[in-house]
């Protein structure tokens, strides 16, 4: 096999790979404008604080101690322990269920009824929330997450591709762990939201909100359920992102790749989000590959908008999205 | 017929009616300084098809949206089983054993005529969200038994070869027989239906009859029903509210309503002759 085709295949993985990635962030946006019509912009800030809370956490940080020593000319920065990975994420798991009820209580309720877009600009406004809140809880520093995933390059797939074409490819074996848990989380959201009470009481609020109440489904418990599964989506991009390239600020920027992740996908698909990331995960690695070198590289930066913008043009409701009819 | 009496009547073709099941006393709704509705007082009896008619924008519709708790009024009381409501969300009315149509249907459109009448009854189901989200052995077999539920009602109603159907697919009729469906599915202490005729033809009229008429009667379920067609009413109901501008202009049996002078004017101006 020549092999420009060969490198073709491995990057087209990793491409692959990569848009899992997208597909994780944009998954919690899904779920929540699903749910509730919001657009929900601090999705990315919200894996940002996830991740920032589970190292924290992990290493036992004092939160707000720069405040503290600040004001009271302390030196406290740690309680001493280190918790294991699984009881950190788990904790982790909880202050994202309290922090979607809190937003439920602060924000949300407040707003209820209001036109999509002020909602939006309210998640906006959430978003520079939180982060100034994971600033001052955790401090600002690049952190290093570690929870124990495999990193580094996959001996298996090397040695199989090697022997297959002569020619060893190179796939990061975190990523392989996120293509994993992608899916389960697809399959179990899937299966939750089909088959379990909640599940048809959440479809429903995403209906006819007059409807769902009528049948005795409380708004706001729904809120803060969706809110905590889009939380704890969250927090498995977070802790895959912060594995990857460490803990740090420039996380919450994921949430902009995820917008032409939804574009393509539709943003009230599930399948949609994950096929959506694959293909701009796949298509901005093979553009930049083929069409990088002839027009100067750099490509990575504006492929996926390019693409959105023609999705915007030709189908907006995306591969996945409900078609819209305008009936009159 | 008694229909004052406490401890109920029989009506003319024989069912036996019960005590008082809901009461509304001196209620009245205000939108601004519009009264939507002003002092009205009546009590539905267990067992009973209570109609609310009256010409459009007499407030039927609000006094509906009063008892299942969309609108609170600004005076009067809301008495059910007995006891006095305090002010609640349409949710836990719902939870009460309260069900509801719309005159304009509220179905969720895209769900399945099947996963829209499960909803109905969500406030059936005990099982928690552990239970739920593990999809535990409790959880499993609460599913099965309110499907087995839920299939008998699609059977009563012959909606069979729709089960499958997306909602949003369906013609108007169809849908408001879906809409019936899932408030049965509740197994409601009280059944309220706005306008459940409105905008049907005669045959998907009779067959709605029919289904309420079937629904009291094998359910025992208290009906209280908005309709503006007077014959299909007169058929239907035991004891019949008119209201006008907002007012209570007649109660009684269908027969005594349908003689009373203001209801008589209400309907049909007052002649000047």
């Known amino acids: 096999m020549p092999d420009q085709l060969l490198y073709a295949m491995e990057v087209s993985l990793n491409g692959l790979m990569a848009g899992i990635m997208y ?17 929900n912009y601090a999705q990315g800030v919200l894996a940002l604080f996830a991740a920032l809370t589970l190292v924290g956490l992990q290493q036992g940080q004092i939160p707000f101690s720069h405040v503290i020593n600040a ?12 918790l294991p990975a699984l009881v950190a994420i788990a904790l982790t798991a909880l202050v994202m269920v309290g922090l979607a009820w809190l937003i439920e209580r602060l924000v949300l309720k407040h707003l209820v009824n209001q036109e999509p877009i002020i909602l939006f600009m309210a ?16 401090g600002a520093d690049i952190k290093k997450l570690d929870v124990g995933l495999p990193q580094g390059i996959s001996e298996t797939i090397d040695a199989i591709t090697f022997n297959a074409f002569g020619y060893g490819f190179f796939i990061d074996r975190l990523d ?41 489904i409380s708004l706001r418990f729904i809120w803060v359920l969706v809110w905590s599964i889009a939380g704890f989506v969250a927090l498995v991009a977070g802790i895959m992102w912060g594995s990857k390239s460490g803990v740090q600020f420039s996380l919450s920027l994921i949430a902009l790749k995820a917008l032409p992740v939804l574009m393509l996908g539709g943003f009230t698909s599930i399948p949609g989000a994950i096929v959506g990331g694959l293909i701009i995960g796949m298509g901005e690695k093979l553009f930049e590959f083929f069409a990088g070198p002839l027009i100067g590289g750099a490509t990575e930066n504006w492929f996926a908008y390019v693409l959105a913008l023609l999705f915007l043009v030709f189908r907006p409701q995306g591969l996945f999205g409900e078609r819209i009819i305008e009936r009159v | 017929m008694n229909a004052m009496n406490p401890e109920g009547y029989v009506t003319a073709d024989g069912r036996k009616i019960g005590g008082v099941l809901m009461e509304m006393k001196n209620i009245t709704l205000r939108f601004g300084g519009v009264k939507a509705i002003t002092d009205i007082s009546f009590d539905i009896r267990e067992g009973e098809i209570r109609a609310i008619i009256g010409p459009n924008g007499a407030g ?6 009063v008892i299942s708790g969309f609108y609170v009024p600004q005076e009067g009381e809301v008495w059910f089983h007995g006891k006095k409501r305090a002010p609640m969300k349409p949710y836990q009315v719902a939870q009460q054993g309260i069900a509801r149509t719309f005159q304009n249907i509220a179905l969720f459109e895209g769900m399945s005529v099947l ?9 059936l189901m005990k099982s928690g969200l552990m239970d739920q989200a593990m999809w535990w052995g409790r959880a499993q077999r609460e599913e ?18 729709i089960r499958k159907t997306p909602v949003g697919r369906l013609p108007y009729g169809l849908k408001k027989r879906v809409e019936l469906a899932r408030a049965l599915a509740a197994e409601p202490k009280l059944l309220l239906l706005d306008e459940p005729m409105a905008g049907m033809n005669v045959e998907e009229k009779e067959d709605m009859c029919r289904f309420i008429l079937d629904v009291n009667d094998e359910f025992g379920t208290t009906i209280t029903l908005i309709e503006h067609d007077m014959g299909v009413v007169m058929d239907l109901s035991d004891r019949v509210v008119v209201m006008d501008y907002g007012k209570k202009i007649g109660d009684g049996p269908p027969d005594e309503v349908r003689s009373n002078p203001d209801v008589i004017n209400a309907y049909l101006g007052v002649s000047h002759d």
Not at chain 1, 23 to 28: D, E, F, N, R, T
Not at chain 1, 71 to 82: C, D, K, M, P
Not at chain 2, 115 to 123: A, K, V
């Open chain 2, 144 to 161: 099965t038994e309110h499907r087995e539920k839920v299939e008998k009602i699609i059977d009563f109603l012959e909606i069979q070869h």
């Open chain 2, 115 to 123: 996963d829209n009448i499960m909803t109905g009854r969500l406030t």
């Open chain 2, 60 to 65: 039927k519709s609000s006094m509906l949206n």
């Open chain 1, 23 to 39: 597909s994780l962030v944009a998954l919690g946006f899904v779920l929540i404008f699903k749910a509730s019509g919001i657009f």
């Open chain 1, 71 to 82: 004001i009271f000319g302390t030196e406290l920065h740690s309680f001493g322990w280190t």
């Open chain 1, 123 to 138: 998640t906006i406004g959430l978003a520079y929330f939180l982060e100034g809140l994971g600033d001052v809880m955790w």
């Open chain 1, 176 to 216: 392989i762990v996120a293509a994993v848990v992608a899916a389960l989380l697809v399959a179990s959201l899937t299966l939750f939201s089909q088959y379990t009470k909640y599940g048809r009481a959440l479809r429903a609020v995403a209906d006819d909100h007059q409807a769902a109440l009528s049948v005795g």
